[in-house]
């Protein structure tokens, strides 16, 4: 069968674009594992019970919540894990996922289940790290048969369980290699009944690539009950930690660490720098989540000697990035089409914020004019295609974080007004 490396769906034939979520060239042809069709006369069935909740022991639906004792983590997930629940942990290889997870268990202590790194590899980081190596269980293995095996009887001795990764995990009932769907599929449904049958909370490392691979997190969302994604630039120290899916808490925050010698490191969210004023550098407030974060636009506009002047947008949609520039031809007067025009965001952070189209206007006409901003205001407002400017969503959080700051915020209706 095919099965679409994008979102995960199965089709009985090949075809150029999944019929589902419209991906190009994303089915991958996969071989079927032998399926044996069972009988009602060939297993013995026992009925369901059925819960009445209204009948229900009172507590009951309570949850129990373990806190993670690091502050960006437990507001990602809300207030901490919840006792017997499934996390995606996904990320591109090398971005700090087993970094993390391995200090998540030298705060609260639990079961490292690897199947990549040897027990002296661990050693080394946890080590490097500087955690007690007393609140460290290694199981070293890649058959989920052998796992289960081994935590038969020692359900109440962890709380939590890292599996490195769900990409080598294996089961014997399933012929076909590791990191294959099926494989996959079972190895996180055999984890998922694990969790809710002995109350551990189970954090599973799941790869990214670029190319979208059939082995994604992608093929897992709907089996989980939280999904967090850890991104980051190579070329900076900056990890972003956000939530596409959690059962038990928000979806729109945002954890933000920085990568050190002792492993990864909670920051506070100002990526500014606020010292003297300076040409073609504007400050603007964006949301990353429920939290609102300072940042510098830095734009330089220089004469262009080439027939096809650059455009170089870092940290911005392109797209977006070639729309701000139109409007500001077209409303401000520059003529952007004789100008190599380089725009950046301060801190290798890349943002999707609307509320940033307004800075970005302003430090282009500021390099253009060689005019220097104030470093004590700030510039937030979305830029429509007719030069209006309009409010942002969370409006008065930015004012809020603007008035901690101390920093004066730029209140304008047109893109003209820059003129002024």
Excluded at 2 to 23: I, L, Y
Aim: contains cysteine.
């Amino acid at each position: 069968m095919f099965v679409c490396a994008n979102c995960g769906n199965e089709f009985s034939k090949w075809s150029g674009q999944c019929s589902v979520c419209g991906e190009w060239n994303s089915l991958k042809e996969i071989q079927n594992s032998k399926f044996k069709i069972l009988k009602h006369k060939d297993k013995n069935f026992k009925k369901a019970t059925i819960i009445n909740l209204g009948k229900r022991e009172k507590g009951k639906g309570e949850i129990e919540v373990i806190s993670t004792q690091i502050g960006e983590f437990d507001r990602v997930l809300g207030k901490g894990i919840v006792r017997g629940s499934v996390v995606l942990f996904a990320g591109e290889p090398g971005i700090g996922k087993s970094t993390l997870l391995t200090q998540l268990i030298g705060k609260i202590g639990g079961l490292y289940v690897t199947g990549e790194e040897s027990v002296d590899q661990i050693e080394l980081r946890v080590k490097r790290i500087g955690l007690d190596f007393k609140k460290f269980d290694i199981v070293q293995t890649n058959s989920i048969d052998d796992l289960e095996a081994t935590l038969v009887g020692k359900e109440s001795i962890f709380q939590l369980m890292i599996v490195d990764s769900i990409q080598v995990m294996q089961s014997g009932s399933i012929i076909a290699g590791a990191g294959s769907v099926a494989q996959i599929k079972e190895s996180t449904f055999r984890l998922v009944q694990l969790a809710k049958k002995t109350g551990i909370a189970i954090f599973i490392v799941g790869h990214v690539t670029k190319e979208g691979d059939i082995a994604g997190p992608k093929l897992l969302e709907h089996m989980v009950d939280t999904v967090l994604y850890f991104e980051g630039e190579r070329t900076s120290d900056l990890r972003v930690l956000r939530t596409t899916k959690n059962r038990f808490g928000p979806t729109d925050e945002v954890g933000i660490f920085r990568m050190g010698e002792r492993g990864l490191g909670e920051v506070e969210p100002d990526f500014a720098n606020t010292t003297g004023e300076k040409v073609g550098s504007v400050l603007t407030i964006v949301l990353e989540g429920n939290r609102p974060i300072l940042l510098e636009i830095q734009v330089l506009v220089v004469e262009s000697f080439t027939p096809m002047p650059k455009r170089v947008f870092s940290g911005i949609d392109y797209n977006r990035g070639q729309l701000l520039l139109a409007v500001a031809q077209k409303i401000l007067g520059i003529p952007i089409y004789k100008y190599d025009v380089f725009v950046a965001v301060s801190g290798g952070i890349r943002i999707d914020d609307t509320g940033a189209d307004l800075a970005v206007v302003e430090a282009i006409y500021s390099s253009y004019k060689n005019k220097p901003i104030s470093n004590q205001r700030v510039t937030i407002g979305e830029v429509s295609l007719l030069g209006d400017v309009k409010k942002v969503k969370g409006w008065e959080k930015r004012l809020k974080e603007a008035a901690r700051l101390g920093k004066e915020v730029v209140v304008l209706t047109q893109v003209k007004e820059l003129k002024k």
